[in-house]
């Protein structure tokens, strides 16, 4: 535990802020793939009507039917990306932030004489910094787009099952 908490703190202060960005991030990520890929969570009462009105072959009822089905599930299918994306983007920004605010400190330290702890410690926090935002970053882009992925295939269903575009 103290290991962990030494890395930590050789990053820096922003490497706490990282690991809020990290954990709201994942969260929401984790709450995404839950969502979305639960068995059966998609399958509503508004699906069964317009699988009903199809075997009684109305289309226009139930063209209207998915339109309808389409919009109101719309919400939740597209529910935090724009947070998530935000996240994603902030880590390798916080990173970067950090590498300019380690490489700082290494020039202090030299400009006040105590040349090799004062560059070893700001250069170990800059790239702290940099590696953890590029950590988080990466694979909740890959994960981001699983779930967007999934999220349109969803709100085409209602179309695809009639044979529609969307």
């Given at each position: ?18 690991i809020?960005d ?16 639960a ?10 009507e ?15 039917e998915?339109?309808h089905l ?26 970067l932030?950090?590498t300019?605010?380690?490489?700082i ?7 006040l ?5 004062a ?30 992925r999934r ?12 044979g529609?575009?969307?």
């Amino acid at each position: 535990m103290n290991s962990i908490i030494s890395f930590i703190d050789a990053g820096g202060i922003l490497m706490w802020v990282l690991i809020a960005d990290a954990v709201l991030l994942y969260v929401l990520l984790a709450e995404r793939l839950l969502t979305l890929f639960a068995p059966n969570t998609w399958k509503t009462q508004r699906h069964q009507e317009m699988h009903t009105l199809l075997g009684r072959h109305r289309l226009q009822q139930a063209q209207e039917e998915a339109a309808h089905l389409a919009l109101a599930e719309h919400p939740e299918l597209t529910r935090f990306f724009s947070l998530i994306r935000a996240l994603i983007t902030i880590a390798p920004l916080l990173g970067l932030l950090g590498t300019v605010g380690g490489m700082i400190g290494t020039f202090e330290g030299i400009m006040l004489g105590n040349r090799i702890q004062a560059a070893s410690h700001g250069i170990a926090e800059a790239l702290l910094t940099t590696q953890c935002g590029l950590l988080i970053a990466a694979p909740a882009l890959l994960i981001e787009q699983i779930c967007l992925r999934r999220s349109t295939i969803l709100s085409e269903s209602p179309h695809r099952a009639l044979g529609m575009s969307a």
